[in-house]
């Protein structure tokens, strides 16, 4: 059974930088596309980065790239968001999940089943 663990969030300023981890257990990430999707209140869920497993392939929405880089570490399966340049907008909860589906590089939620807790990340001064 897919299960993930999110950690790393927490109350930064304007400008300052986070990385977020994601630990998946109950399967390899072989295979798998994991993406990072965020949540603010009264806003749906969105998309923010995938990766392959491989490490070789990645995406961004518009609104993180340049700032946000995402990574693996297989050996740990694991995976991390560096956030840099934070934003106040970038506050959210944040989630990973993964997909074998070939769609899931679209970063639409319904493509994933299995999500963790998530870990809020609030950027205010």
């Known amino acids: 059974q897919l299960q993930f663990v999110e950690s790393g969030g927490g109350l930064v300023q304007p400008g300052a930088s986070l990385r977020l981890s994601c630990a998946a257990s109950?399967?390899?990430?072989?295979?798998?596309?994991i993406c990072w999707f965020r949540q603010a209140p009264g806003k749906e869920r969105e998309g923010v980065s995938c990766i392959g497993s491989s490490g070789d392939m990645t995406n961004y929405a518009s609104s993180v790239k340049g700032r946000f880089s995402i990574s693996t570490d297989n050996t740990k399966s694991t995976v991390y968001l560096r956030m840099n340049s934070l934003k106040p907008e970038d506050t959210a909860v944040y989630y990973c999940?993964?997909?074998?589906?070939?769609?899931?590089?679209?970063?639409?939620?319904?493509?994933?089943?299995?999500w963790g807790q998530g870990t809020q990340v609030t950027v205010s001064s």
């Open positions: 999940a993964a997909s074998t589906k070939s769609t899931s590089w679209y970063r639409r939620p319904a493509d994933f089943g299995a």
């Open positions: 109950g399967f390899t990430l072989d295979d798998y596309v």
